[in-house]
Nanobody, 118 residues
Framework: QVQLVESGGGLVQPGGSLRLSCGVSGSIPTSYTMGWYRQTPGKQRELVACIVASGATDYAASVEGRFTISRDNAKNTVDLQMNSLKPEDTAVYYC????????????WGQGTQVTVSS
Protein backbone atom coordinates (compact mmCIF):
# COMPACT_ATOMS: atom_id res chain seq x y z
CA GLN A 1 0.00 0.00 0.00
CA VAL A 2 1.35 3.40 -1.00
CA GLN A 3 1.40 6.18 1.57
CA LEU A 4 2.67 9.73 1.28
CA VAL A 5 3.61 11.55 4.47
CA GLU A 6 4.38 15.26 4.53
CA SER A 7 6.39 17.12 7.14
CA GLY A 8 7.93 20.54 7.64
CA GLY A 9 4.91 22.81 7.80
CA GLY A 10 4.46 25.47 10.44
CA LEU A 11 4.26 29.16 11.21
CA VAL A 12 6.71 31.56 9.59
CA GLN A 13 6.96 35.31 9.25
CA PRO A 14 6.61 37.01 5.88
CA GLY A 15 9.89 36.83 4.02
CA GLY A 16 10.90 33.67 5.81
CA SER A 17 11.57 30.17 4.53
CA LEU A 18 10.25 26.67 5.07
CA ARG A 19 11.15 23.31 3.62
CA LEU A 20 8.45 20.70 3.13
CA SER A 21 9.34 17.06 2.75
CA CYS A 22 7.29 14.14 1.48
CA GLY A 23 8.25 10.54 2.06
CA VAL A 24 6.71 7.79 -0.03
CA SER A 25 6.28 4.38 1.52
CA GLY A 26 5.36 1.47 -0.69
CA SER A 27 6.42 1.00 -4.27
CA ILE A 28 5.66 3.45 -7.03
CA PRO A 29 7.39 3.67 -10.38
CA THR A 30 9.94 6.44 -10.77
CA SER A 31 8.01 7.49 -13.86
CA TYR A 32 5.33 8.98 -11.61
CA THR A 33 5.11 12.75 -11.56
CA MET A 34 5.59 14.12 -8.05
CA GLY A 35 3.96 17.36 -7.07
CA TRP A 36 2.96 19.74 -4.34
CA TYR A 37 -0.51 21.25 -4.23
CA ARG A 38 -2.12 23.66 -1.80
CA GLN A 39 -5.62 24.49 -0.71
CA THR A 40 -7.27 27.23 1.32
CA PRO A 41 -10.81 27.12 2.74
CA GLY A 42 -13.47 27.55 0.10
CA LYS A 43 -11.03 27.24 -2.80
CA GLN A 44 -10.02 24.42 -5.09
CA ARG A 45 -6.76 22.63 -4.60
CA GLU A 46 -4.14 24.17 -6.88
CA LEU A 47 -0.86 22.95 -8.26
CA VAL A 48 2.17 24.63 -6.71
CA ALA A 49 4.99 22.71 -8.38
CA CYS A 50 5.65 19.36 -10.01
CA ILE A 51 8.67 17.36 -11.11
CA VAL A 52 8.94 14.44 -13.49
CA ALA A 53 11.40 11.57 -13.35
CA SER A 54 13.91 13.35 -15.60
CA GLY A 55 14.01 16.28 -13.20
CA ALA A 56 12.07 18.72 -15.35
CA THR A 57 9.95 21.01 -13.24
CA ASP A 58 6.92 23.24 -13.55
CA TYR A 59 5.74 25.95 -11.17
CA ALA A 60 2.67 28.03 -10.59
CA ALA A 61 3.29 31.62 -11.66
CA SER A 62 2.66 32.82 -8.12
CA VAL A 63 5.63 30.85 -6.72
CA GLU A 64 8.05 30.94 -9.66
CA GLY A 65 11.46 32.10 -8.48
CA ARG A 66 10.61 31.62 -4.80
CA PHE A 67 9.90 27.89 -4.51
CA THR A 68 12.05 24.97 -5.62
CA ILE A 69 10.89 21.39 -5.95
CA SER A 70 13.31 18.48 -5.89
CA ARG A 71 13.08 14.71 -5.76
CA ASP A 72 15.31 11.84 -4.77
CA ASN A 73 14.20 8.74 -6.66
CA ALA A 74 16.49 6.48 -4.66
CA LYS A 75 15.02 7.65 -1.36
CA ASN A 76 11.47 8.10 -2.68
CA THR A 77 11.24 11.64 -1.40
CA VAL A 78 10.15 14.96 -2.83
CA ASP A 79 10.88 18.29 -1.18
CA LEU A 80 9.61 21.83 -1.60
CA GLN A 81 11.92 24.65 -0.58
CA MET A 82 9.86 27.79 -0.02
CA ASN A 83 11.63 31.14 0.24
CA SER A 84 10.40 34.72 0.48
CA LEU A 85 7.12 33.49 1.84
CA LYS A 86 4.08 35.73 1.64
CA PRO A 87 0.84 35.71 3.65
CA GLU A 88 -0.97 34.52 0.51
CA ASP A 89 1.12 31.34 0.61
CA THR A 90 -0.81 30.31 3.71
CA ALA A 91 -2.55 27.03 2.96
CA VAL A 92 -2.58 23.31 3.57
CA TYR A 93 0.07 21.78 1.34
CA TYR A 94 -0.39 18.30 -0.10
CA CYS A 95 2.10 15.94 -1.66
CA UNK A 96 0.97 14.03 -4.75
CA UNK A 97 2.27 11.12 -6.78
CA UNK A 98 0.54 10.81 -10.14
CA UNK A 99 0.85 7.88 -12.53
CA UNK A 100 -2.45 8.26 -14.41
CA UNK A 101 -0.63 9.19 -17.61
CA UNK A 102 0.63 5.61 -17.71
CA UNK A 103 -2.57 3.96 -16.52
CA UNK A 104 -1.54 4.07 -12.89
CA UNK A 105 -3.03 5.70 -9.84
CA UNK A 106 -2.75 9.01 -8.06
CA UNK A 107 -1.87 9.23 -4.39
CA TRP A 108 -2.19 12.04 -1.87
CA GLY A 109 -0.64 12.81 1.47
CA GLN A 110 -2.66 13.99 4.44
CA GLY A 111 -1.50 17.59 4.13
CA THR A 112 0.61 19.93 6.22
CA GLN A 113 -0.37 23.43 7.32
CA VAL A 114 1.78 26.38 6.30
CA THR A 115 0.94 29.71 7.89
CA VAL A 116 2.73 32.91 6.92
CA SER A 117 1.95 35.65 9.39
CA SER A 118 3.64 38.28 11.50
Amino acid sequence: QVQLVESGGGLVQPGGSLRLSCGVSGSIPTSYTMGWYRQTPGKQRELVACIVASGATDYAASVEGRFTISRDNAKNTVDLQMNSLKPEDTAVYYCNADGRKWGGSTYWGQGTQVTVSS
